[in-house]
């Protein structure tokens, strides 16, 4: 699942992502696939960091952690 304007959707109800960039801020649009017959959503960033948090939390990496 994946938080966009305090809304959940899952991950596999996505088509494409498309980034644009608008006076110094992000935003990324998710389209979803036509059979949920869900509209475009869209998110701003601010900074490219919170941007670069997002597209990992979307690409499903995870980092290194040691157990034990």
Do not use: A
């Not at 979803?32 to 475009?40: C, V």
């Amino acid at each position: 699942m994946i938080r966009v304007n305090d809304n959940l959707y899952p991950k596999e109800n996505i088509k494409n992502v498309s980034i644009t960039s608008d006076n110094g801020s992000f935003i990324l649009t998710y389209y979803f696939k036509e059979d949920t017959r869900l509209r475009p959503v869209s998110e701003s960033f601010t900074s490219s960091k919170d941007m670069e948090k997002k597209i990992t939390e979307l690409q499903g990496k995870k980092g290194k952690t040691l157990l034990g």
